[in-house]
């Protein structure tokens, strides 16, 4: 208990030390490859689906006549949100779900998602909670009898899960490269750069549900774990990886982000058939994929952006991978500040 609070102490710091942690140094860029806009304020108005997956196996034992592999799915309405930055801060938030008749074959899903951080010299701290509901059974036809196309998925009643993370990257190339030309339009990238990455991650993942997580089904193949309603991991991890971002006549730009690495986790889970909670340390896998490609002219401009962030979760004789995939539009201004915001 002494790590998780810790590690949760640690995360939930963040959002009064970052507002507050300046980069003092300054960096010498090359202005043949990038503009920064130092007296803008950016406004943005953004489109985005956000879904939230987890991959959940056993080996405890092997069964040719049913695949026991799990993939609940919670998938988010459409949301429409505004975005604020400027040289050195930014904020995200959701103003409104896009309603739209839900299928009858699945649960109605939810989602909250929220994001704040900086970006100085290439250096970008991001602070932000993701919480959904309203999974169903991807992988249904594995044990619903007589499913088709007709049928309903397995539905995870009351099944939720939140994600409160603090990441830090830090892109090595400061003088010819930029990160906030390519997600958040506060600089123009000239021309072609490429950058090395290093980031550290403090993350808490809780997945809850009133019953257990594992159908009935097949819940005898999972053993002890067939009963668990309950998981928090809080874990600590660093990486490095790699960014590349093409430009073609200082407008067209494309980027990919990769970075991965490993971590150490802390574990507290419960059963429905018991009081006592279990606690674990494990070493986890985690990674991310950013791709964004848009247009960047002088007082606008358009980013359509895509992150793919998962983590792995090891436990003993199970496995679970939990996956972020989250895609946005964003249309944007600039416009010419006095003062500052924030």
Known sequence: MALR?????????????FQFNAVSAQYYFDSTYIEKYYNNDLWSLYQNYNNHSLFISQKFQSDSTINTALNPIAESLVNVGFAYS????????NLYSVPYQPSKRKPQPMAVNFIIGNNVDNK????????FSGYYEKNSANFVLNFNDSASYYSYNRLNTTNVFYNYIN?????????????????LQKKSATSFVYYANANYNGIYSDSAFIPNEIRNSYDKFGQMNRLNNAYLSGGVGYSVTLVIKKVFFTNLTLMGGPGLQYQNYSFVNSNKSKNAINILLQGDLRYSIGFNFKHFYIISS??????????????????????????GLRLNRKGRIF
């Open 86 to 93: 400027n040289d050195k801060r930014f904020i995200a938030i």
């Open 171 to 187: 892109f090595s190339n400061k003088r010819k490269f930029s990160y906030g030309a390519s997600y958040r339009g506060s600089a």
């Open 124 to 131: 970008v701290s991001e602070l932000g909670v993701n919480w």
């Open 306 to 331: 895509s992150l793919i962030s998962f983590k792995s979760y090891n436990m003993s004789k199970m496995s679970i991978t939990s996956s972020h995939l989250m895609n946005q539009f964003t249309l």
């Open 5 to 17: 609070k810790i590690i949760l102490k640690f995360i939930f710091s963040q959002i009064i030390l």
